[in-house]
């Protein structure tokens, strides 16, 4: 893996988080806010050597936190060395650009900091463009003389992307034509892509997207179901393209499973806009499985945040089904589990880690997609025994009778193979 610092001298970035305790802040107490900041800044390489926190009614117009606490902290940065101070919240242009007077130093907002480590984690040529998409959004307001001369002093975190730090020394047209550039190669890319999801529609398999807060284990869930290697560790992000992989169920159904990029509050608008394509697996998806790391202290915030995403890309009415994650690290809080499970009761409770709970799991999805499949009454005849084979092989067989004149059955089949087994279906056991 390449290094995930990149400033010319490699030392690591030192960096102060500011976070702002307002009154309306309900739900994420802002420790909980910049304990999450702190794991994002790790993810993207820094250490983190200090935060503060001002109390204020609402944020300054043009210095985000009050004059006096900025001069405060500068103090304090400048005594720890410190490369770049990072803001929990997004940071309008002229804030960013005062406060680095201020700081004299780099200043980031959470978003260049979400963007920053998307940029670290793509891999495929649309994930590249989608995350320099966004990237180059968010920095034309901020495109200044002084970022200019800012990203060739220092580099490192907010200021590489796709392009490298070149881009950050062109002036807005230029911003301007590649974004237009992209946003014409995207097309292109999302237009294979619809091609590649018609072919999957006409195969008629149930598709299933696993969605969830970042870090909550979907990535080790896929791996668990399906074989699939995907990467998986304890950092945020570590998955950014989605990755499909087929399931095949003990009902001998299909189902069709992707992984995809990990949700978080605040998830940049910008970001979840160019991130629509790659999304729209979710929103095609028959089933949701929301993975939920309960023993996160901030489980139930973090179910809210990914039901706020999935409602921005439009997935917001799919079916769901809620997968409480990581059972195995509960210790002694069961009755926050009994509180989600009271809440969704159809929710499964497993370890993607042990294993424990994924047949029931298993077994809930191929309920919650039955409905893909009908039901018939079949006749076949006792030495059509190849269709019978197939019989057992495509569809679900509920029940089976070898004793009269033909072999009876009743089984679930997936609506693409009716054909197959025309001549032998005698009832449709779903209309009746
Ligand atoms: N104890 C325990 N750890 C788990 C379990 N599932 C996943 N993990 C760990 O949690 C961390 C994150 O897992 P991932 O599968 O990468 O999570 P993800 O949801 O794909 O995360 P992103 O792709 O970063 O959004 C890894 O260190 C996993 O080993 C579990 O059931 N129990
Ligand atoms: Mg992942």
């Not at 042990?354 to 079949?378: K, N, S």
């Amino acid at each position: 893996m390449k290094a995930l610092i990149e400033t010319r001298n490699r030392k690591t970035e030192r960096v102060f988080l500011v976070g702002v305790e307002l009154k309306t802040r309900t739900g994420w107490e802002i420790r909980d806010s910049l304990n999450e900041l702190s794991e994002l800044a790790n993810t993207a390489g820094a250490k983190v050597v200090g935060d503060g926190i001002q109390k204020m009614v609402s944020p300054c117009a043009a210095t985000y936190i009050g004059k006096g606490k900025a001069v405060e902290f500068s103090e304090i940065c400048r005594e720890a060395d410190v490369d770049t101070v990072i803001f929990d919240d997004e940071l309008t242009p002229a804030q960013s650009r005062n406060l680095e007077k201020a700081f004299n130093c780099k200043v980031l907002d959470r978003t260049s900091l979400i963007l920053d480590i998307f940029a670290q984690r793509a891999r495929t040529r649309e994930g590249k463009m989608q995350i320099e998409l966004a990237q180059l959004q968010h920095l034309l307001p901020r495109l200044t003389r002084f970022w200019g001369h800012l990203s060739r002093q220092k580099g490192g975190i907010g200021m590489r992307g796709g392009e490298g730090e070149t881009q950050l020394e062109t002036d807005r047209r230029r911003v301007q034509d590649r974004i237009a550039r992209i946003t014409r190669d995207l097309e292109v890319v999302r237009r294979q892509r619809s091609t590649q999801r018609y072919s999957r529609q006409r195969n008629h398999w149930a598709l299933a997207s696993i969605v969830g807060y970042t870090n909550a284990g979907k990535s080790t869930l896929l791996n668990k179901l399906t074989g699939a290697e995907v990467l998986a560790e304890d950092k945020l992000f570590a998955t950014l393209d989605p990755t499909t992989r087929r399931l095949r169920l003990d009902t001998n159904q299909n189902v069709l499973l992707t992984d995809t990029v990990g949700f978080i509050r605040k998830l940049p608008h910008g970001l979840v806009e160019s991130f629509k394509a790659t999304l729209e697996e979710v929103v095609q998806a028959d089933l949701l499985l929301h993975v939920v790391d309960v023993s996160h202290p901030q489980a139930s915030d973090q179910i809210a945040a990914v039901n706020t995403v999935l409602q921005e890309i439009g997935a917001e009415g799919n079916p769901t089904l809620m997968v409480f994650n990581k059972s195995d690290q509960l210790g002694g809080s069961q009755e926050k589990l009994s509180g989600f499970l009271e809440q969704y009761p159809h929710g499964v409770v497993i370890s993607a880690l042990t294993g424990d709970g994924i047949p029931a799991l298993m077994a809930e999805l191929g309920t919650q997609l039955r409905p893909l499949r009908e039901f018939f009454e079949l006749s076949v005849p006792h030495d059509h025994s190849g269709v019978i084979a197939r019989l057992h092989e495509v569809g679900q067989v509920i029940e089976r009778d070898y004793n009269g004149e033909t072999a009876r059955f009743k089984a679930r089949i997936p609506p693409h193979l009716h054909s197959e087994f025309a001549s032998y279906i005698i009832r449709n056991l779903q209309a009746a």
